[in-house]
């Protein structure tokens, strides 16, 4: 179904593969509609860190830990093509640790810090990854991922806590890249990124009226372990500046 080889040259050079078509169009709609379902029954019973708003204190951010607060998003994130794409690229066997939406409303969404995802998921070796679906169309006006290409050769960068709610942990000094040369990654609805999590990356604000959903499967190989001290500076900046 995917193009293994194609896809895990173009990750290991870059950090970040573009595949368009990722998701059918009726699997996008069915996300969707569990999305919404999820937000409307069963979000409030769940624990606070859930879910991220946005600064109007009501509108949905991010939604957290969906693998498991949902069966649904579970089992998506457990299907066996995906498991064996990524299992090639994590160079090991996949394990999905995170199932989450980044929702960038329209008007409010805010932006994304630059950030190295390891400086969160504090994994060595740093062999773990997310793979962004697109559910709505993802253009540079409403918000696209930037990602500077080559980054996740460079190891862990120097952090600094962020104070951005649910981006709690950013990069300590601005890389010199313009975006003109970045990877800005516009989707159509069911095409995805999968990127390395020591890839640079950011967004920007959502200023247009056109919302701009992601949602993130996130794997790391089963055989990574937490890395002690990216985690003390991890729990620091989530102390912080805490998701909900
Ligand atoms: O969706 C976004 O705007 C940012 C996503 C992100 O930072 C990530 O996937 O790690």
Redesign the pocket.
Known sequence: MFDHEQIAAEYCRDGVVRIREFFPPELVDEIRAELERYICDDLDSKPADARTLEADGKTIRNLWRLQLHNDYFRKLGQRPEILQLVGKLVEGEALLTGVET?N?PARIGSG?PY?Q?NAYFCQSPPDML?V?IAIDPVTVEN?A?YFITGTHQQGMLPTKESGVTG?SIGMADLPETPKSEQFCATLNPGDATI?HCNVV?H?DPNSTDQSRL?L?LVYRGTHTETDPQLMASYTEAVTATPPA
């Open positions: 980044f960038k994304v950030h995802d997310t962004w918000g991922v981006n990127h990356h967004s992601g993130l």
